[in-house]
């Protein structure tokens, strides 16, 4: 099943829920344990099912990362032209 067939598939089970959900306010009830129960669940079947949406949690990591090297690489500042000129001169011939 491919990314957009799934969020579809979500798509139109949270909008049968939603009308269910309004269509049943219609009726006089007193609220319940059930009925409270009924709508916790439902919840956390939308959470589970949208947490599959993605591979892998995601990971900012690799980002912090790559703006801490970054950072780095623009403070560094490389040694002036004549402490490379030494520096040759220190190489053998």
Same mark, same amino acid.
């Given at each position: 099943?491919?990314?957009?067939?799934?969020?579809?598939?979500?798509?139109?089970?949270?909008?049968?829920?939603?009308?269910?959900?309004?269509?049943?306010?219609?009726?006089?009830?007193?609220?319940?344990?059930?009925?409270?129960?009924? /709508?916790?669940?439902?919840?956390?079947?939308? +959470?589970?099912?949208?947490?599959?949406?993605?591979?892998?949690?995601?990971?900012?990591?690799?980002?912090?990362?790559?703006? +801490?090297?970054?950072? /780095?690489?623009?403070?560094?500042?490389?040694?002036?032209?004549?402490?490379?000129?030494?520096?040759?001169?220190?190489?053998?011939?």
């Amino acid at each position: 099943m491919t990314r957009d067939q799934y969020a579809t598939r979500v798509n139109n089970f949270v909008t049968n829920q939603l009308t269910a959900a309004s269509s049943s306010t219609s009726e006089a009830e007193p609220p319940s344990g059930q009925s409270l129960y009924d /709508k916790l669940e439902n919840l956390f079947y939308m +959470e589970h099912e949208i947490n599959h949406l993605f591979e892998m949690p995601p990971n900012y990591y690799k980002y912090t990362e790559a703006d +801490e090297t970054l950072i /780095k690489i623009q403070q560094h500042q490389l040694p002036p032209q004549d402490w490379w000129q030494a520096m040759l001169a220190v190489l053998p011939r």
